[in-house]
């Protein structure tokens, strides 16, 4: 019976990845893209303040959703222009990624009432949220992502969709929800006790006594309340 059991998962997963392949992929990219945007952050912190610091804008492990979601974003729209110019694909970059950060950044500030980045003492910044200099950044890494990283991430990608790494695809794939699920919930209720709310419910209660305020600002430490 177990046997039976474990067949008809596994054709399960055969049918859900055959059909669904191009967004797993882009899971995995997001995955990947979101560890490496970390890594780079942390010892970007380290070389230019002289500290370690946690990047991560997950609650567990080191996952930079805004590097994960970027890449992703570039994936999706820019991939197709591999073959053009790279100062055209510099140049898409630049506009793509700015509108991002800045829409990442309102978004952070509408949604749980604070901000994890401030640009308001560099020169040529909009509100603080961007500034000239980073969204160059963010055309060269367009440049580099579409013709150099992409298809080397991609290769991995593809190798890895093998039948016996299904299973664990699925779990991690619950666990990145569940982690993301629960980090937004976590810094709702931040942006809730700044204001003074009190927790009302089960859930508000537990998330004031594991995820307390001195937990988080450890956390995000770059983080602060808007004001």
């Known amino acids: 019976m177990l046997s039976k059991l474990y067949d008809f998962l596994m054709g399960v997963l055969d049918e859900f990845y055959s059909t669904k392949h191009k967004w797993l992929?882009?899971?995995?990219?997001?995955?990947?893209?979101?560890?490496?945007?970390a890594g780079v952050e942390i010892v970007f912190m380290r070389v230019t303040a002289g500290v370690w610091m946690s990047r991560s804008s997950l609650l567990y492990g080191q996952f930079s959703v805004i590097w994960g979601a970027g890449?992703?974003?570039?994936?999706?729209?820019?991939?197709?222009?591999?073959?053009?110019?790279?100062?055209?694909?510099?140049?898409?970059?630049?506009?793509?990624?700015?509108?991002?950060?800045?829409?990442?950044s309102f978004l952070g500030e509408l949604v749980f009432g604070v901000i994890f980045w401030d640009y308001s003492a560099l020169p040529f910044n909009i509100g603080g949220r961007?500034?000239?200099?980073?969204c160059f950044f963010w055309g060269f890494a367009a440049v580099i992502w579409v013709k150099n990283i992409y298809p080397f991430l991609s290769e991995i990608v593809n190798?890895?969709?093998?039948?016996?790494?299904?299973?664990?695809a699925s779990i991690f794939t619950v666990f990145m929800i569940l982690n993301?699920?629960?980090?937004?919930?976590?810094?709702?209720?931040?942006?809730?006790?700044?204001?003074?709310i009190p927790a009302d419910n089960a859930i508000e209660r537990f998330l004031d006594e594991h995820y307390d305020d001195e937990y988080l600002e450890y956390r995000y430490q770059n983080m602060k309340t808007a004001a």
């Open 25 to 37: 992929k882009l899971f995995w990219i997001f995955l990947l893209a979101s560890l490496i945007g």
């Open 71 to 104: 890449a992703t974003l570039m994936t999706v729209l820019l991939h197709r222009l591999k073959s053009r110019d790279d100062r055209y694909i510099f140049i898409c970059g630049t506009v793509l990624g700015g509108a991002y950060e800045y829409l990442c």
């Open 130 to 134: 961007i500034n000239l200099l980073y």
């Open 159 to 168: 190798r890895f969709f093998v039948k016996q790494n299904r299973i664990f």
């Open 180 to 196: 993301i699920t629960l980090s937004a919930a976590a810094l709702i209720r931040y942006g809730q006790r700044q204001e003074g």
